[in-house]
Nanobody, 129 residues
Framework: QVQLVESGGGLVQPGGSLRLSCVLS????????MGWFRQSPGKAREFVAA?????????????QYAEAVKGRFTVSRDNAKSTVFLSMDKLKPEDTAVYYC?????????????????WGQGTQVTVSL
């Protein structure tokens, strides 16, 4: 059974940075595309970023970002550590949310939460003075 554990959330001032981590255990990390989603109070869960499994030289490894975070957030993975990262810069108050990582055996339609079978417990990110 796949388990995902996020860490790295916290309180940061506007314009600041945070890096979220998510460790996958229970299965081979390289078999999974990894996504980040977020949910604010009273709002639906929304896509943030995704990184498809596979090697870019073989047509895999595609990265996608939501328009709201392009140029500010960076998703990456360390296969040796079974970890996916979300580096967040120039944070804004509207980035405040619980951030979830998720794992999918698909490498298409990764902006859709229904494509993910496994979810972490979430980590709170608060951007405020």
């Amino acid at each position: 059974q796949v388990q995902l554990v996020e860490s790295g959330g916290g309180l940061v001032q506007p314009g600041g940075s945070l890096r979220l981590s998510c460790v996958l255990s229970g299965r081979a990390f390289t078999l999974y595309s990894m996504g980040w989603f977020r949910q604010s109070p009273g709002k639906a869960r929304e896509f943030v970023a995704a990184l498809a499994y596979g090697d870019s030289a073989a047509g895999g490894g595609e990265i996608q970002y939501a328009e709201a975070v392009k140029g500010r957030f960076t998703v990456s993975r360390d296969n040796a550590k079974s970890t996916v990262f979300l580096s967040m810069d120039k944070l804004k108050p509207e980035d405040t949310a619980v951030y979830y990582c998720a794992a999918s055996r698909s490498n298409v339609r990764l902006m859709t939460d229904a494509m993910y079978a496994y979810w972490g417990q979430g980590t709170q990110v608060t951007v405020s003075l």
